[in-house]
């Protein structure tokens, strides 16, 4: 139930609400009316939040010994999720004991305490009033164990080094061991956490040298251990720092209205700009994960890393000599065994024995072999028989309908045929390529019978064109052609072109395809600087309004040029090829190496039929944390804990209300 104010209290609410201009009529009736200030619509609401009236030790304290902290407050508050807001510097080996009870927090530390060390335990906005829930605001306690308190504070900013997403929930620390090896071998000496903008802020900093870290860790050590981590180094050394300096603070009349803007002076603590970006080691240790078979006519195996030597298996309730086609995915973590033999498709548990190579505990790959391990089929071949004779009985009762109808029927059961996933488009752009996916591994495939025609003025043309395989995909295939902006064109693929390793074959095919004219489309040209293009490899990407990816072309001298791009609004981001892999790749904390550089243009950009745009673009001119457009930021900063301020629309009403009384039209 809400609390009740005092008259002084209202009236002091009104000032602030900017309403006493027109309520001054009100003034003496207010003050008169105790009885109607206790009405029973249930008064004034408490928007006041909590306030700190002590603690022991003391806020700030010095040469402190006890482990045990009691803050105490002017009315019962509640603490929201205390493990992942509030935060002990240094960090805390075993977990702290916090909890709210009543007007108080106790903090309970379970660590020694350090000599001549600051403790800070930052409640960022977790601390809240019982009643109303009016948030407090970020909070930080801090006392020490030797004679001063040390004051500065850093700033800045973690990044998923990938795409630049803020990291929310990342711990940052800092080193005064500025080695390599002590982000693996020391906790951190001071810690904060990322909010949802990705942003932090370590408190109770002593004068010195520091570098910054950032992890994700799995076992509350505080240091890197697990290439499973998270993690952002930097190499960049600092020393905190102050200033003196004033801010623009805003002073709110209501929700659409500003009252002033007021001048503050304030403490700037620096640097306030550190830029970490985030990556995770790419996982080498290799394990298999598990052995599948979903389809009776594969089975597959899944490992945690590839391997240039694939597994070799011996069937010990079937021969193995060449029963399978295999099918690798480029990384070669995923195999899958397509069974040749339909007599061993319809057996439903296979017995192998499979060798392979896995990780040991030193990070050697050793020969590792799994005996009489089991590929058994999700579907049963029973069952499998009992739905496909179903099907034939359905089947055959539609055709003693249609005879007896004396409409046209079948005697014989149709064949099934090969039904491949045709991607093409009766709209494509002259850039794109036309694709077909295989359900299942051919046996044989007849290029010939694939025809591609062209219409000029009113009569078809062939095409040249070439169909062929797509690298590492042996069940994918592309066609390849000229297409030209403007014309029409027809796709005619023949019965019979392709036959699957069931002997399955395919029904004939035949699509329309119209290339869309130049006129239709814009043209983006950016001129890019900030960053060598001449000994960089520069990959520029295209987005869409979700962030995928639409196309990619690289920097050619300082230029890259997107053709044929259809009206639209888009964004933009580029990646740095430092090996030249056609690929994104992460770092590599012991080789000191970072992640490859991301960038994004920090704007949209609008692209119309018969536009050429040009923009410049200076990939570090703005820094990295304000590049990525919200639009396409799928970590949305925090929504920051308002007070409700529910009293200033109670005042108005209730003065309105009074007003009209008197015949007093506002």
């Known amino acids: 139930m809400s609390k009740r104010k005092g008259n002084t209290e209202y009236m002091r609410m009104l000032v602030a609400a900017g309403v006493i201009s027109y309520l001054l009529p009100l003034t003496s009736y207010l003050f008169s009316s105790c009885a109607r200030m206790g009405s029973p619509d249930g008064g004034w609401y408490d928007d006041d939040p909590p306030q700190v009236i002590g603690a022991s030790p003391a806020d700030q304290a010095t040469n402190v010994k006890q482990k045990k902290v009691t803050i105490y407050f002017d009315e019962y508050i509640k603490l929201e999720d205390a493990t992942n807001k509030v935060v002990v510097s240094p960090p805390q080996l075993e977990m702290p004991e916090i909890k709210a009870a009543g007007k108080k927090i106790v903090v309970e530390l379970k660590d020694t305490l350090k000599e001549n060390t600051t403790y800070t335990i930052d409640f960022s906005d977790a601390i809240s009033d019982n009643n109303e829930g009016n948030p407090m605001g ?24 990938s795409n630049l997403e803020p990291v929310k929930g990342i711990s940052v620390g800092l080193y005064a061991d500025l080695t390599d090896s002590a982000f693996k071998t020391k906790p951190m000496m001071r810690v904060s956490r990322t909010d949802g903008s990705g942003h932090f802020v370590v408190k109770g900093v002593a004068p010195g040298t520091y570098r910054a870290y950032a992890l994700q860790e799995n076992d509350g050590d505080f240091r890197f251990t697990q290439k499973s981590e998270m993690i952002a180094f930097s190499h960049d050394i600092f020393e905190p720092s102050s200033k003196p300096d004033t801010r623009t603070d805003t002073v709110w009349r209501d929700s659409l209205h500003i009252d002033a803007l007021l001048q503050v002076p304030y403490t700037h603590f620096l640097p306030d700009d550190i830029t970490l970006l985030a990556f995770t080691h790419t996982q080498t240790d290799r394990s298999l994960l598990k052995t599948e078979r979903v389809e009776p006519n594969k089975f597959s195996m899944y490992f945690t890393y590839g391997d240039s030597l694939l597994p070799e298996i011996k069937g010990l309730n079937f021969n193995a000599d060449s029963a399978f086609v295999i099918e690798t995915n480029e990384q070669r ?14 057996i439903d548990t296979l017995m192998m024995d499979i060798s392979y190579r896995m990780t040991d505990t030193l990070g050697n790959l050793v020969l590792q072999t799994d005996s009489a391990l089991e590929a058994l089929a999700k579907v049963p071949y029973e069952k499998r028989m009992k739905e496909q004779a179903k099907e034939i009985e359905k089947w055959q009762k539609e055709q003693e309908k249609k005879k007896k109808r004396e409409e046209k029927y079948d005697s014989i059961y149709p064949v099934k045929a090969l039904e491949p996933k045709y991607n093409v488009p009766s709209q494509l752009n002259p850039d794109e390529k036309v694709t077909i996916e295989m359900p299942v591994p051919l046996m044989y495939c007849d290029t010939s019978a694939v025809h591609l025609y062209s219409q000029i003025d009113t009569l078809w043309y062939k095409a040249e064109c070439e169909f062929r395989p797509v690298e590492n995909a042996i069940r994918q295939y592309e066609i390849i052609a000229d297409w030209k902006p403007g014309l029409e064109y027809s796709l005619e693929i023949d019965s019979a072109a392709f036959v699957d390793l069931y002997g399955l074959v395919s029904n004939p095919y035949k699509q329309g395809i119209r290339v869309k004219k130049t006129e239709e489309y814009s043209s983006l040209l950016f001129n890019i600087s900030g960053v060598d293009a001449v000994d960089s490899t520069i990959v520029v990407q295209m987005l869409n309004s979700s962030g ?25 981001c580029a990646y740095i090829d430092a090996n030249n892999n056609g690929q994104w790749d992460t770092g590599d904390y012991d080789a000191d190496r970072q992640a490859e550089a991301v960038y994004y243009y920090p704007r949209e950009i609008e692209c119309k039929e018969k536009w050429d745009v040009t923009e410049s673009w200076n990939l570090t001119s703005t820094p990295r944390f304000k590049q990525k457009p919200l639009a396409i930021t799928k970590q949305k900063p925090d929504k920051a804990k308002q007070l409700k301020n529910r009293n200033v629309e109670r005042a108005k009403q209730l003065g309105i209300e009074y007003l009209k009384t008197k015949g007093i039209r506002l």
Do not use: C
């Open 138 to 161: 970020n909070f930080t306690y801090s006392f020490s164990t030797g004679e001063q308190i040390d004051t500065f504070e850093v700033s800045g900013y973690v990044l998923d080094a």
């Open 333 to 346: 973590d995923t195999i899958h065994y397509w069974l040749r033999d339909t007599m061993l498709v319809n």
């Open 548 to 572: 995928g990816v639409l196309k990619e072309v690289r920097v050619e001298g300082n230029s890259a040029k997107f053709n044929y791009v259809s009206p639209g609004k888009y964004y933009f």
